[in-house]
């Protein structure tokens, strides 16, 4: 029995069981974990990190008290209360101690020693597909760059920072405008028309404050000024006329921390908001007609603790329904999908990329890397493609060859490796997804969390843009230790794959 979640509640564990202490480590592992998200195998992390670190997580969010250990600890003074409200950490606990610690023994039994290791990588070679400039701002050396994105209607480049700056770079990467904003900069979309609408996340770190706005910046041919206020921790947005009423829409995700929600906004009109899921972690959405009746749709990428990705079918008069197509284990740290069509059948594909890696499992892991998904015409996806990357963020897939296929850029923000060059990688397609990888020692100058592409320099090819973001002094230290001696704001990969 489920709910309309998709997951058990602990109810629902106790009318099925009815006496959990008769059942093994591994089938309560199977149904307590399953009541938040999907079933972690024990060979996922080695067993110092599953004892040490997300075990210990996990029993506080059931109530389990651990001495000495404050599960509030950490927790900002002004989100403490609402996220008291929320019963994150139960004042009782749901599990009793015998059947906790015989997932606890399940897990020490079956864990490997080791985090296991990625078999065989393939070589990567230089790169010589593109000529690599690092872009300073004001000459900083500390970057943290929360937002990169290419305006395609006049070549600039639009770089929002932590600080709550936002800079405009021409098409010969040279700086032309900065203006402070209320919060970061984390998403912004040009049309045509010159309008452009920029999403600002209120606080950075975690928090369930809702603090972020969507505002237009800009105003195009209509004159619609937008003010979107309140939202909880935004990420990202995407716009379109949702329900036929020949006005753009808009979907919010409202990543959160604890608490979030994905929110759609009929006609920007803040009084006319809809809640399409009322969850935290929501990461991207993108617009599609899936099942080709001629109402667009919604793919949504969920992180957090219920990694998935799903389809909202349109039903008309903003109503969705929601059919969940991939889901992942909490450790794999899903970060980015787009949809492209890889095979050239006239149905999109996911490219995705798991590599989040800024939890309570901070290890390199096998699973991290680039995923396509071929889409069987039905929505059915299947897993046809894995390239391993540890800590993989980001993947865009365009032919930057030019030759009719589908090449991918990727970045690894969360990359920790011997090899920091690793950081962006380049898959050249020699088609039917055959890929040679390549990588530039240039990407080891910084930590890429941010990356987008477009043609700067209006030569008929595209081009890449890395930002760079260092959250902590101490990620600084490392990236030293490793050897890099300046730190770019950006990375400008100038193609040269038609000329060579």
Not at 306 to 319: A, D, L, M, P, V
Not at 355 to 366: L, M, P
Not at 377 to 382: H, L, S, V
């Amino acid at each position: 029995m489920k709910n309309d979640t998709g997951y058990r509640t602990y109810d629902e564990i106790h009318t099925e069981t009815r006496l959990d202490t008769l059942l093994s480590g591994e089938q309560l592992a199977n149904l307590y974990c399953k009541m938040c998200h999907e079933y972690p195998e024990p060979r996922l992390l080695d067993r110092d990190t599953w004892i040490n670190s997300v075990l210990p997580n996990m029993g506080l969010r059931m109530g389990v008290k651990i001495p000495g250990v404050d599960p509030f600890a950490g927790t900002p003074q002004e989100d403490l209360e609402i996220v008291k409200s929320l019963g994150v950490y139960p004042e009782a606990p749901i599990i009793s101690d015998a059947d906790w610690n015989k997932i606890i023994e399940y897990y020490k039994k079956e864990a490997p020693e080791e985090p296991i290791k990625i078999n065989s990588e393939a070589p990567i070679t230089n790169l010589v597909h593109f000529n690599v400039d690092k872009v300073f701002i004001n000459n900083k050396g500390f970057p943290q760059t929360s937002l990169l994105e290419f305006n395609r209607f006049n070549a600039t480049l639009y770089l929002g920072e932590a600080n709550n700056l936002i800079h405009v770079l021409d098409d010969k990467m040279q700086l032309k405008s900065t203006r402070r904003l209320i919060s970061p900069a984390v998403d912004i979309e040009f049309k045509a028309d010159g309008a452009i609408k920029l999403l600002t996340i209120g606080k950075f770190d975690p928090s369930d404050q809702n603090l972020g706005e969507l505002n237009s910046i800009q105003r195009g041919s209509s004159n619609q000024n937008i003010r979107l206020p309140d939202l909880p921790r935004p990420v990202s947005f995407s716009s379109g006329d949702l329900n036929g009423d020949d006005k753009e829409d808009v979907v919010i995700c409202g990543f959160g921390h604890n608490r979030g929600k994905l929110l759609l906004y009929d006609n920007f009109d803040p009084g006319k908001a809809s809640i399409l899921k009322n969850e935290p972690g929501s990461r991207m959405v993108e617009i599609n007609d899936f099942n080709n009746d001629n109402k667009p749709d919604l793919m949504v990428l969920m992180a957090q603790a219920r990694e998935q990705i799903s389809i909202f079918y349109n039903k008309g008069q903003n109503k969705f329904e929601e059919k969940v197509v991939l889901r992942f284990p909490p450790v794999y740290g899903v970060s980015y999908f787009e949809l492209v069509d890889f095979n050239n059948d006239g149905y999109m594909d996911i490219l995705l990329t798991n590599g989040d890696n800024w939890d309570y499992s901070v290890i390199r892991k096998n699973y991290h890397g680039i995923r396509i998904y071929l889409n069987d015409g039905r929505d059915n996806f299947e897993n046809t493609f894995f390239y391993p990357l540890y800590g993989a963020s980001k993947a865009i897939a365009r032919d930057f060859d030019n030759d009719g296929d589908l090449d991918i850029a990727a970045s690894a923000f969360y990359h920790n490796d011997d090899n920091p060059e690793h950081s962006f990688i380049y898959l050249l397609n020699s088609g039917s997804l055959d890929f040679t990888a390549y990588a530039t020692p240039e990407a080891s100058l910084g930590k890429w969390l941010t990356m987008d592409v477009g043609d700067y320099d209006r030569d008929g090819d595209l081009d890449i843009f890395l930002g760079s973001y260092f959250h902590t002094f101490g990620e600084y230290v490392k990236q030293v230790a490793k050897g890099a001696a300046d730190f770019p704001n950006l990375l400008v990969l100038t193609n040269n794959s038609i000329t060579n």
